[in-house]
């Protein structure tokens, strides 16, 4: 059995590379997906594609309806989902992916440090397992094969 996890989460750090060396050191049969890490190019899609718009909200209208395309394929392609929230960054997107996730009825792990345990109360709640660390997420994949 392989799996598809979507990952989740801000694209400012390498946290995604981490998971995915430390599953490849387990073995683990899985395929990661995620939303575009290349901020540019997301921001950049709706124009790259359609042209160029007449004013930035055009431009950002055309990339996000783009990118929410590709999110949405994914994400209906994935046996669970991962959402990483950090402390540096605004979170909206992870909270919109791991949402739609959860409204898909995915498995959903969110990773999440003790200092936003309230802000995403609600939404820890209607995960499947919300956890702390990338190694604990690892060790609960792990666990889906042992």
């Known amino acids: 059995m392989e799996l598809i996890v979507y990952l989740a989460g801000q694209i400012h750090d390498n946290w995604r590379e981490e998971l995915k060396n430390k599953t490849l050191e387990r073995n683990l049969p899985i395929t990661f997906v995620a939303p575009q890490t290349n901020h540019e190019r ?74 936003l345990i309230h802000p995403l109360k609600e939404l820890s709640n209607k995960a499947t397992v919300t956890v702390e660390t990338v190694d604990q997420a690892i060790q609960i994949l792990a666990y889906i094969f042992d």
Request: no cysteine; aromatic share 6%; net charge negative.
């Open 42 to 115: 997301s921001d950049n899609i709706g124009e790259e594609i359609l042209g160029e718009q007449p004013t930035k909200l055009y431009k950002d209208d055309a990339a996000s309806a783009i990118n929410n395309l590709r999110t949405q394929v994914l994400l209906e392609k994935a046996d669970i989902v991962i959402g990483l929230f950090g402390e540096q960054y605004k979170q909206w997107n992870t909270a919109m992916d791991v949402s739609t996730a959860i409204a898909l009825d995915k498995p959903t792990i969110i990773i999440r440090p003790k200092i």
